[in-house]
C-alpha cells in the first residue's frame, strides 16, 4: 500500500507562485510514475503532470506547459510542483498520484492522494 500526502496549497494572486509537494510513503512505492492531476468545480478531473522513477522523463498538459515544473527529491519518495505566472484558470484542487506507468491517464494511477486547494484570485 502506498500512501500521498499532499501539501503547498492555498490562495494567490494571478501571477504569483505556489509550490506543492507530495510525499509518499509505503513499500510498494519503489518506482513508482508520479502524476498530478486537478480537478475545477463542475468539471472532470484533469492531467497535469508526471514524472519518471528516475525524474528522466517528464510531461506537461499544454495548458501548463512553460508554467510549471515538476521534479522529485533526491530520495525520490516526494515529488513537488512548482507553478508560477498562476492563472484564474487553474483554481482547482490538485490531487498527487503514483502509479506503474507513464501516462497522463488517471486510470494508470493506482494511489491517489487527499487532495489540496489552490485558489487563483484575479
Known amino acids: 500500500q502506498v500512501q500521498l500526502v499532499e501539501s503547498g496549497g492555498g490562495l494567490v494572486q494571478a501571477g504569483g507562485s505556489l509550490r506543492l509537494s507530495c510525499e509518499a510513503s509505503g513499500r510498494t512505492f519503489s518506482r513508482s510514475v508520479m502524476g498530478w492531476f486537478r480537478q475545477a468545480p463542475g468539471k472532470e478531473r484533469e492531467f497535469v503532470s508526471f514524472i519518471s522513477w528516475t525524474g528522466g522523463i517528464t510531461n506537461y498538459a499544454d495548458s501548463v506547459k512553460g508554467r510549471f515544473t515538476i521534479s522529485r527529491g533526491n530520495a525520490k519518495n516526494t515529488v513537488y510542483l512548482q507553478m508560477n505566472s498562476l492563472k484564474p484558470e487553474d483554481t482547482a484542487v490538485y490531487y498527487c498520484?503514483?502509479?506503474?506507468?507513464?501516462?497522463?491517464?488517471?486510470?494508470?494511477?493506482?494511489?491517489w492522494g487527499q487532495g489540496t486547494q489552490v485558489t487563483v484570485s484575479s
Open positions: 498520484a503514483a502509479g506503474p506507468l507513464t501516462s497522463t491517464t488517471m486510470r494508470w494511477y493506482t494511489y
